[in-house]
Nanobody, 127 residues
Framework: QVQLVESGGGLVQAGGSLSLSCAAS????????MAWFRQAPGKEREFVAA????????YYADSVKGRFTISRDNAKNTVSLQMNSLKPGDTAVYYC????????????????????WGQGTQVTVSS
């Protein structure tokens, strides 16, 4: 079992920046593919970014490409999401997700590709 704990959400003005962090425990972190999803009120949970366990390949939703950066620190068992040039449309609860399906060689972009979830952290961007 993997436990994920997010931190770093908050309120920021449009154009500002926030950094989210997710601490993982319970399994070798280097064996996990990690991702961030978000869910706005009344909307489906959507993929934001992912980073692979091997080589650390990164993938982004088109809506955040060029503004958000996902990274991981295997020594600290953490994954981070640096969010710049934030827009009101980025307002949502952000969730850290992980899976340890070592047979997968392609990035997961749906919620069904991930087995473990954090409790979520609120990000609010004011106009």
């Amino acid at each position: 079992q993997v436990q994920l704990v997010e931190s770093g959400g908050g309120l920021v003005q449009a154009g500002g920046s926030l950094s989210l962090s997710c601490a993982a425990s319970g399994r070798a972190f280097s064996s996990l593919d990690m991702a961030w999803f978000r869910q706005a009120p009344g909307k489906e949970r959507e993929f934001v970014a992912a980073i692979m366990r091997s080589g650390g390949g990164t993938y982004y939703a088109d809506s955040v490409k060029g503004r958000f950066t996902i990274s991981r620190d295997n020594a600290k068992n953490t994954v981070s999401l640096q969010m710049n040039s934030l827009k009101p449309g980025d307002t949502a609860v952000y969730y850290c997700a992980a899976h340890g399906r070592v047979w997968r060689t392609v990035v997961g972009r749906t919620r069904y590709d991930y087995d473990y979830w954090g409790q979520g952290t609120q990000v609010t961007v004011s106009s």
